[in-house]
């Protein structure tokens, strides 16, 4: 009966979700007015010390950190977003 119980325990406890990084963990949600605006005209006092510019195609790691901010560029150079990670 106990096996059963811890079993059953298990599994409900991989049912739940993985905590969610807000946009306030690593600062994301305060550079908003930024988006749009070139990557060079980001000043890096704005930014976090744990932070990395991610162009299309590059090459990033996939580790989570939710204190890093990730500064989501288009081809031009351009910032689209701000994402914690």
Same mark, same amino acid.
Request: net charge positive; hydrophobic share 40%; with cysteine.
């Given at each position: 009966?106990?096996?059963?119980? *811890?079993?059953?325990? +298990? *599994? ?11 946009? &306030? ?5 305060? +550079?908003? &007015? ?7 005209? +980001? /000043?890096?006092?704005? +930014?976090?010390?744990?932070? =990395?510019? *991610? ?7 996939? /580790?989570? =950190?939710?204190? =890093?901010?990730?500064?989501?560029? /288009? ?5 689209? &977003?701000?994402?914690? &990670?």
């Amino acid at each position: 009966m106990r096996i059963c119980l *811890v079993a059953c325990l +298990l *599994v409900l406890a991989g049912c739940g979700q993985p905590p969610e990084a807000g946009a &306030g963990t690593c600062g994301a949600g305060r +550079l908003g &007015g930024w988006i749009g605006q070139p990557a060079t005209a +980001l /000043d890096e006092q704005y +930014l976090p010390e744990e932070h =990395r510019l *991610v162009a299309p195609g590059m090459a990033v790691t996939q /580790d989570y =950190r939710p204190n =890093r901010l990730n500064v989501l560029l /288009d081809r031009q150079g351009r910032i689209t &977003g701000f994402r914690c &990670g």
